[in-house]
């Protein structure tokens, strides 16, 4: 990975990513912006401090060590997501540093964070893997109600929707079925669960499928490596 990335590149290539998401929400005819969050597993420090000059507000990070190494360095300059698998032994670490975690799927992991939850409580996304890959982290979705119902026993733990990863592809067009699953889920859901959780939140979409995922009605994208990458992967991307 280039260390090479000046804050200039990396609103450039922002800038692209965001007129790939005006183009993907005109042809789905969606109204409402989904929210940019930088991925930062494969960032140097240096290359963290061009993004917060690159006007990035939002990031996330996969490992409890990591997120603490960088806090220390950039703390108050970002918000913070938690987006990789949480054992739940780093649980107590992760909560208290975050505004949301992804990458719930467990009713155990559920219950750890309800007891490191502070006063007011903690938000988190239900992680689903839709595409049934044994590779993936994630409940299935025959599951995800079990963990709903364990949320909303804790009294602590809100969610506030879903997310998911699509497996890789080379044509972002073979994942699309996953982010409409997923968005059927949340749209099945959503109406019995209000009065606990507003299940607002779709997760979904990383560098080389976020407008197949915007299209399909993600409210935050995850984008890693096409802000950094110089082989021309942060493209224009039309979409079929
Ligand atoms: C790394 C990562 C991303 C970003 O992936 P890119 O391919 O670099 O865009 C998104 N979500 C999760 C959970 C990740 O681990």
New binding site residues.
């Given amino acids: 990975m280039s260390v090479r990335a000046s804050a200039a590149g990396i609103r450039e290539r922002l800038k692209l990513v965001q007129e790939n998401i005006s183009r993907a929400l005109e042809r789905s005819g969606r109204r409402d912006r989904p929210r940019v969050l930088v ?1 930062t ?2 960032y140097e420090p240096e290359q963290i401090s061009a993004l917060r000059e690159a006007g990035v507000r939002l990031v ?1 990070e ?1 490992r409890a060590q990591d997120l603490i190494r960088k806090q220390e360095l950039f703390g108050d300059a970002f918000e913070w997501h938690f ?2 698998h949480l054992q739940r032994r780093k649980a107590k670490l992760v909560v208290p540093r975050v505004s949301l975690i ?1 990458s719930v799927d467990s009713v155990r992991l559920v219950e750890e964070l309800a007891r490191r939850a502070p006063e007011g409580g903690t938000d988190v996304l239900v992680q689903v893997n839709v595409s049934g890959e044994e590779s993936k982290y994630g409940v299935s979705p025959g599951e995800v109600e079990r963990l709903l119902e364990a949320a909303a026993a804790s009294g602590k733990v809100r969610v506030r929707g879903f997310m998911t ?1 699509a497996p890789l592809v080379e044509d972002p067009e073979d994942v699309r079925y996953v982010f409409a699953q997923l968005r059927e889920i949340r749209d099945r859901l959503r109406g019995s669960w209000r009065p606990h959780f507003d299940l607002s939140e779709l997760s979904m979409g ?3 499928d976020y407008p197949v995922a915007v299209e399909e009605g993600a409210t935050l994208v ?5 802000l950094i990458e110089e082989d021309g992967s942060a493209r224009r991307q039309d979409g079929s």
Avoid: D, F
């Fill in positions: 991925a597993k494969y996330g996969n987006i990789g992804h990863l990383m560098s080389n995850r984008v890693g490596r096409t």
